[in-house]
């Protein structure tokens, strides 16, 4: 099992930043797994938005690269996505995941999420 914790979001205007963060059980930065930053914005699919393997090695959505940063602090359990240059269309909901390696990425579970609000 791993558990997920997710903190950190808010209402900001857009040109701010945010920084999630993302509390996980040891299991999610062994070698075989990785994290990721999905979001939901009401009346859309869930979307992927930035992956970290326990290697260090990221990607990231199209339309969050320059802007969004991810990393991970193994001595803390910790998985952050630095979200700088916010824009409204950023509103949604933000979880934290974790499962093994995989390309695409299809994580077995999940955080409870958080609410980011990016107003113009």
């Known amino acids: 099992q791993v558990q997920l914790v997710e903190s950190g979001g808010g209402l900001v205007q857009a040109g701010d930043s945010l920084r999630l963060s993302c509390v996980a059980s040891a299991r999610a930065f062994s070698t075989y797994y990785m994290v990721g930053w999905f979001r939901q914005a009401p009346g859309k699919q869930r979307e992927l938005v930035a992956t970290?393997?326990?290697?260090?090695?990221?990607n990231y959505a199209d339309s969050v690269k320059a802007r969004f940063t991810i990393s991970g602090d193994n001595a803390k359990n910790t998985v952050y996505l630095q979200a700088n240059s916010l824009k409204p269309e950023d509103t949604a909901v933000y979880y934290c995941?974790?499962?093994?390696?995989?390309?695409?990425?299809?994580?077995?579970?999940w955080g409870q999420g958080t609410q980011v609000t990016v107003s113009s």
């Open positions: 970290i393997t326990s290697g260090g090695i990221t």
């Open positions: 995941a974790a499962g093994l390696l995989s390309n695409p990425f299809r994580p077995g579970y």
